[in-house]
């Protein structure tokens, strides 16, 4: 393994594949091929846990490139440093093990070895100015096992025309870079690449599978590559095979070497937070939804939200539509779930502990009113669509002013529950504060007035801020829309100052003076200093125009009297 190359002369050095027949996965070449031709893109990133055959895709990519005479110079190097066997988990020789070497690499297959003499400084200044005299190809295999930073630095400044195409288990690469997520095969592949296997002298013993017997092997290690192959290696014939494999899918329990070879070093690589959302996750055979998930980390606190997107980026986490919820809630693969009830093996308490969280989720023993429970244990655990919770964390990310967080869990809200007022109307006041975005908190306002209470103070409240943004809105018939939805606040609520402000004030833009005087001639002597400052020179106006001349005269005396107070 790794030590030896497909091609390798001047300005080629490409790795010798690790396969002896290539089965073709269509959508994932062709998304790999149109990345690497993209000038947009400077680094492909094939992304996955191990065994996915993210090392054949690149590889096969790479030698596709070469024979279509893509690119001008192509340099691969790996960092693969062990290799899973039938024997076990097996070192291999690292090949890059410091940025210096990568550049002495380069520089070999560029035909200036000379440069190995050079100060680290001046070779990686004079490599720069190789790499970027000609459009050319840079393949790095395992960039997880790379602990020298400087070799992502270069990646991420590679000079322009030059492109690269990496392998690692979690994403790296920050600048110029579509990943590419390496995900377990088909149905149609799984069969392939069995009946591709049986050609091997290696896997003689399983003789003429049929396509039936092939998937069920598959399907039990859950359409990876490495896993299939490995499971075939272990047994004697395939009864054995699919005996094993259907056993292990039974008891929950993959072999403790496949699953350390596959997770073990992303695991250890993980943040707390992430473990402990896998922790979570791998309590239950079920997808559950995020309300869930945060209710049971130690963290409690919105940040597992961008822990749940890295992990599902990461192949570790799955995300599944429920359509009792109309909402996307995770789930873990089974041969992750696997691994991670393994690693927690040893801590039983935990285990017991975090059952007893969801257990306590689910059945809604946080809410304290027993008839509320009820209604919020249904809604827990599928039986209709609730929003309350996803509201509840998208205000907690906008105090925290994690702006985009919040954006997507009070558009999550709005999915799970369209009819939701309280989410349309707390992300129109969102977008008006947060984003100045004017048109979409009207829209939103709109949508929430029309799911409104059909009475109370939240319908007025509704009405009054959608009267308030739809007076400014430049509408053609702004105000009359307004003067509705301003009437509509002040019949539920005649003791909202603001609503009657805000009324009488699109009330005098139309002229309408009788209607404004009804309106702010109760309310001129209860307001405070404010409302009285803003009512004023409106109820004025009013009395001016229509005539009111001794009223008008009380007014202004009453109001000085009360500035002098």
Sequence with gaps: MGNSFAVDIPYFRILKPEYEEFVQRSELGRRIERSLRDGRIAVTSLIGIGGMGKTALATWATLRAYEAKTFKYIVSVTAKDRELTATGIVGLENKLTSFERLLDEIAEVLQFPDLRELPIEKKEEEVRTLLGSDTG??????????????????????????????????????????????RTMNDKEVVAFVLMLTKQSAFKHLGRITPTEAL?????????????????????????????????????????????FSFRRI???????????????????????????????A??????????????????????FDTNRNDYCYTLLPITRAFV????RSNAAQARDLHQKLRN???AYDVKNSEERLIVRQLRQGGAADDTALVDLAVAAERENKLDVAERLFQQALSRAPR??????????????????????LRLYGQAMANAPTRGSDRSLIYREYGILMKDSGEPDATDKATVALKEAVAEAPNDLIAAGALAGVLDRKGASRAVI????????????????????????????????LKAAELKRRYTESLHD
Excluded at 243 to 260: F, H, K, M, P, Y
Excluded at 522 to 544: N, Q
């Design 137 to 182: 190809l840079i393949y790095v295999d395992n960039l997880e096992t790379v602990d020298d930073a400087r070799i992502i630095d270069f990646l991420d400044e590679l000079p322009v025309g030059v492109r690269a195409i990496v392998t690692s288990r979690r994403s790296r690469v920050r600048v110029a870079v579509r990943p590419v997520d390496i």
């Design 216 to 260: 069920r092997v598959g399907s039990a290690w859950n359409g990876i590559p490495l896993a299939i192959r490995w499971a075939f290696s272990r047994s004697k014939s395939v009864e054995e095979a699919i005996a094993s494999a259907e056993a292990a899918v039974a008891i929950g329990r993959q072999s403790e070497e496949l699953l350390e």
């Design 267 to 297: 695991f250890d690589n993980l943040s707390p937070l992430e473990r402990s959302v896998l922790q979570v996750l791998s309590v239950l055979q079920r997808a559950i939804p995020i309300e869930a998930i945060v209710a049971s980390t």
């Design 299 to 320: 963290s409690g606190n919105i940040d597992v939200i961008d822990s749940l997107d890295d992990l599902v980026n990461d192949s570790l986490a799955v995300r599944e």
């Design 341 to 344: 009830q393994h690693d927690m």
């Design 361 to 363: 989720w689910f059945e």
């Design 420 to 441: 939701s007022w309280r989410a349309a109307r707390l992300y129109g006041e969102f977008l008006r504060h947060k984003r100045h975005d004017l048109a979409g908190a």
């Design 518 to 549: 009804e309106v702010l001639e109760v309310r001129f002597g209860r307001g405070d200093s404010k409302f009285r400052s803003i009512a004023y020179p409106v109820l004025l106006r009013a009395y001016e125009r229509t005539n009111e001349i």
